[in-house]
């Protein structure tokens, strides 16, 4: 039984990679009701979704292909920089997106009208967030994106600290999204300042280390896909 928890934990079957798989995919599309909630609670939204719907409004598009194609774009620069890729990382740029317009269609929360109202509404969003990048950050394979990224840029950036890389990056995000018409309000500081803290208090409430996690690279899931052994 711990030998099977184990491979699946560690994806060392083509099995567990799948389960992993859709364990990512459905986690992801959870998330993206919560990210769907801190948008409806309409009093500015987190920093990158200020660029995808300000992205959304200068082309036209709905919210979910823009932020597949920003994802995408930023998974681009990942590969370029040679950071480590995992399989999650592609369903990630996809699902959270497109959750998001599913959502919009079936109008499932509407538009708050207050400050009281959407306050609440946005740190409910943001609790679920934080619990589904647990259950997503369990399937071993791959982190998202944008926290990839983040990593990439404090590598490079040498003395300069994470929490200084990520502020400058977010405040890049957020001036280019406000540049195109995204909403920027109370909220965007919301996301910004209280993201981190719930996220942690997620943790510590599943007692989940995310620095335990060793993450699957793209690589390795193929050699597994190839019944090869992984190093």
């Known amino acids: 039984m711990i030998s099977r928890f184990r491979s699946l934990r560690e994806n060392r079957t083509v099995s567990a990679i799948f389960a992993n798989m859709i364990l990512a995919a459905v ?9 769907y909630m801190t948008i409806q609670a309409n009093i ?4 990158w979704d200020v660029l995808n719907l300000g992205l959304a409004k200068s082309l036209g598009i709905l919210y979910g292909t823009a932020s597949v194609a920003v994802s995408y774009a930023i998974l681009g620069i990942d590969i370029a920089l040679r950071e480590p890729i995992g399989i999650a990382m592609f369903i990630d740029a996809f699902v959270v997106g497109k ?5 919009n269609r ?3 929360v ?6 009281s109202s959407g306050i609440p509404v946005m740190l409910i969003g943001l609790v679920i967030i934080a ?3 647990y259950t997503y950050m369990s399937a071993s394979l791959g982190c998202g ?3 990839t990224l983040l990593v990439a840029l404090t590598k490079r950036a040498r003395k300069v600290p994470i929490g200084a890389v990520s502020i400058t990056l977010l405040s890049l995000a957020t001036l280019i999204g406000w540049l195109l018409g995204g909403p920027v309000g109370i909220g965007t500081l919301i996301c910004a300042f209280a993201t981190g803290p719930i996220m942690q208090l997620a943790f510590s409430s599943v007692k989940f280390d995310a620095t335990s996690v060793h993450h699957q690279h793209l690589a390795d899931s193929v050699r597994v896909f190839a019944h090869k ?3």
Do not use: H, I, M, W
Request: hydrophobic share 40%; charged share 15%; with cysteine.
């Open 27 to 35: 986690s992801l599309f959870v998330n993206g009701f919560g990210v």
């Open 44 to 47: 500015g939204a987190g920093p």
């Open 99 to 103: 959750s998001v317009d599913f959502f």
């Open 106 to 108: 079936l109008n499932v």
């Open 110 to 115: 509407p538009k708050c009208e207050s400050l």
């Open 131 to 133: 619990y589904t990048q």
């Open 145 to 147: 994106p944008r926290d």
């Open 229 to 231: 052994k992984v190093a």
